[in-house]
């Protein structure tokens, strides 16, 4: 009876050269440099997340931001047991 495993496959060239890891990784940095570019492409045509979006901490308008928002509307903590 003859085996049923195919054959393996020859290849139709001679041996490669090895090339190194080198153009895959310049192919990889160059995949990556585009993908950083686009999106930070779409981002600027995006414009901010929301209206008067600004870097840095600044309070809300009408607020004075002093506090924090740590006000416990008058809780005294050392009554508290």
């Known amino acids: 009876m ?5 054959e393996p496959a020859t290849p139709d060239r001679p041996d490669a050269s090895p090339r190194g890891p080198l153009p895959g990784l310049a192919g990889f940095l160059m995949l990556l440099a585009a993908l950083l570019a686009a ?17 840095g901490y600044s309070a809300p308008a ?6 924090g ?5 008058g809780m005294d903590m050392e009554e508290s047991r």
């Open 2 to 6: 003859k085996d049923a495993r195919p």
């Open 39 to 55: 999106s930070y492409a779409v981002g600027t045509l995006a414009g901010p997340v929301a209206p008067g979006l600004h870097p």
């Open 62 to 67: 009408g607020t004075s931001g002093g506090d």
């Open 69 to 73: 928002g740590m006000d416990m509307g």
